[in-house]
T-cell receptor, first 116, second 115 residues
Framework: DTEVTQTPKHLVMGMTNKKSLKCEQHMGHRAMYWYKQKAKKPPELMFVYSYEKLSINESVPSRFSPECPNSSLLNLHLHALQPEDSALYLC???????????????FGQGTRLTVV | KNQVEQSPQSLIILEGKNCTLQCNYTVSPFSNLRWYKQDTGRGPVSLTIMTFSENTKSNGRYTATLDADTKQSSLHITASQLSDSASYICVVSAPKADSWGKLQFGAGTQVVVTP
């Protein structure tokens, strides 16, 4: 199983809503990531979790709140988002704790988020 | 300035033809270079990953080359198929002692294969 599963695939939310994105992998990977990707742009790193602890927060606004309940799950809680937050949100995972190792990074299929 | 530059920005090729995509990077030190294929609205899928000591790596009809001296890589697609239409992203991994060594993404080359 080399899959990273993200749910939902599509999400439309109002600016006052609270929603969560979910990511799951069963490859035993200990590093998990959230990326944000705008149309025709490369993915931008948001958060990195290593061994279920937050290792990197790329100065992401507090309206995005990550959570790693266990080694297989990664959530992204959303609250009071803005229309400019509309994007494809990608989850990824890699073996061990460091992407600098010559190990593969597996991406999920993403959640297409639209904020209205 | 982006440390990973890809060219061309977009490419249209006829089904069955070959094409080559370029990636130049300035990331240093360098750990590995990856090529991903990303369909519109989907997550990137890995095609190849090469360390600085590898010159070429193949995955089916995809062949990546790497020249670590000139900091250039290419991705060659042989006998293109309609399903090859996608964005191809070059990603360079740089080690850092005090952090995670972020993956540096290129902007991608959009390939369209026409019948």
């Amino acid at each position: 199983d080399t899959e990273v599963t993200q749910t939902p695939k599509h999400l439309v939310m109002g600016m006052t809503n609270k929603k969560s994105l979910k990511c799951e992998q069963h490859m035993g990977h200990r590093a998990m990531y959230w990326y944000k990707q705008k149309a025709k742009k490369p993915p931008e790193l948001m958060f990195v979790y290593s061994y279920e602890k937050l290792s990197i927060n790329e100065s992401v606004p507090s309206r995005f709140s990550p959570e790693c309940p266990n080694s297989s799950l990664l959530n992204l809680h959303l609250h009071a988002l803005q229309p400019e937050d509309s994007a494809l949100y990608l989850c990824a995972s890699s073996q061990g704790g460091h992407p600098i190792l010559n190990t593969e990074a597996f991406f999920g299929q993403g959640t297409r988020l639209t904020v209205v | 300035k982006n440390q990973v530059e890809q060219s061309p920005q977009s490419l249209i090729i006829l089904e069955g033809k070959n094409c080559t995509l370029q990636c130049n990077y300035t990331v240093s030190p360098f750990s590995n270079l990856r090529w991903y294929k990303q369909d519109t609205g989907r997550g990137p899928v890995s095609l190849t990953i090469m360390t600085f000591s590898e010159n070429t790596k193949s995955n089916g009809r995809y062949t990546a080359t790497l020249d670590a001296d000139t900091k250039q890589s290419s991705l060659h697609i042989t006998a293109s198929q309609l399903s090859d239409s996608a964005s191809y992203i070059c990603v360079v991994s740089a080690p850092k002692a005090d952090s995670w060594g972020k993956l540096q993404f290129g902007a991608g080359t959009q390939v369209v294969v026409t019948p």
